[in-house]
């Protein structure tokens, strides 16, 4: 039987004269202010979920997106800022874009996360599949074969350092 519910907020804002016969995709830039509004969003998805027993939020990781799409460029930062307003809420990446961060920095975040929010943050990892995200913060895409290596060492190290008070890494 299944026993635990989860819900997926990507960070998408309210946007008006969308769809087939509204503004393009790549003509949309929406103000900061409006993007922001992602936050209250999930915000009040979080207070919902948790007042009606739901296990976890699964957020998006998204950085860039002026169109309104995804607007959660930290989901450790707002996991602990939505933790604030709920009692048994756990908070997932669903997922974390690791070729665009430092394994050890993202390991870093997640764990202070763990412990402000007394272990309910949840990591999800994935490659990314927009460019503008992963090539400007540093990560390959273009070039598949180097994603999918940069992919598996940062899992190499982000388990040595879960699993170890200290190691080393060599590789590039």
């Not at 790549?26 to 739901?54: C, P, V, Y």
């Not at 607007?71 to 997932?92: D, V």
Request: charged share 25%; hydrophobic share 40%; net charge negative.
């Amino acid at each position: 039987m299944i026993t635990k519910f989860d819900a997926f907020y990507g960070g998408h804002v309210e946007i008006d004269n969308f769809g087939f016969q509204g503004i393009p995709v790549d003509d949309r830039w929406l103000s900061d202010e409006h993007l922001s509004t992602a936050l209250d969003i999930a915000k009040q998805f979080s207070i919902l979920m948790d007042r009606n027993g739901f296990d976890t939020l699964w957020l998006s990781e998204h950085h860039f997106q002026r169109e309104g799409y995804g607007c959660i460029p930290n989901i450790p930062m707002l996991s602990i800022y939505l933790s604030q307003f709920t009692q048994n809420l756990n908070f997932g990446g669903f997922f974390n874009v690791i070729t665009a961060w430092h394994p050890l920095r993202l390991v870093e975040d997640f764990a202070m996360a763990d412990i402000l929010t007394d272990g309910r943050v949840r990591l999800g990892v994935g490659r990314g599949y927009i460019a503008r995200e992963v090539e400007t913060l540093g990560g390959f895409l273009e070039d598949n074969d180097a994603n999918r290596e940069l992919f598996e060492e940062q899992i190499e190290v982000l388990r040595k350092a879960w699993d170890n008070p200290s190691f080393s890494h060599h590789g590039k």
